[in-house]
């Protein structure tokens, strides 16, 4: 006869499982409950975790980033209103590093979705002149139409700067 899961039977088996779908390293788990990792491992290779609790994991690294998601956006807005404030006080120079954070953050918010990837290999062509004519740029219009005025803001910058 098979020897019972020790992770089933263990008395914070609950704590564990949640533990275990939080994402902690096994290490740390298997440390602070006393079993081992190999333990945790089994456990989790024979779905030994109850639906409810893998589910309500899934759920909450869902929420964490939907938080994520929230700061990015706030930290776009702000940027958006730097660009306003500098190009209302005529200073071109906080109002191109904004344009420049802002595009930072919405590379950021692309790579997310999953629209933009880094390490990828653009291959440049010499005869491009500006940066509106890349290929890339209709993708970062496309992203922009939610935020018009750093839509225009960038486009206007990136066509002064002549990229």
Sequence with gaps: MAMPCSICTHPQRDAINQALVSGRPNRRIASEYNTSEASLRRHKKNSHI???VTQAGIVQQH???DRLLA???KLLG?????????????????????VRAAADINRTLLEIAGEFQTGNKVQVNVGIQSITNAP???????????????????????????L
């Design 136 to 162: 890339e740029w209709p993708v970062l219009m496309r992203v922009l139409t939610n935020h018009p005025e750093i839509r225009g803001e960038l486009s206007t910058a990136l066509l002064e700067a002549k």
């Design 63 to 65: 929420l964490e980033a």
């Design 50 to 52: 109850p639906a409810q």
């Design 78 to 98: 702000e940027a958006i209103s730097a660009v306003h404030n500098a190009r209302e006080k005529g200073d071109e120079r906080t109002r191109i590093q904004a």
């Design 71 to 73: 700061v990015m956006e």
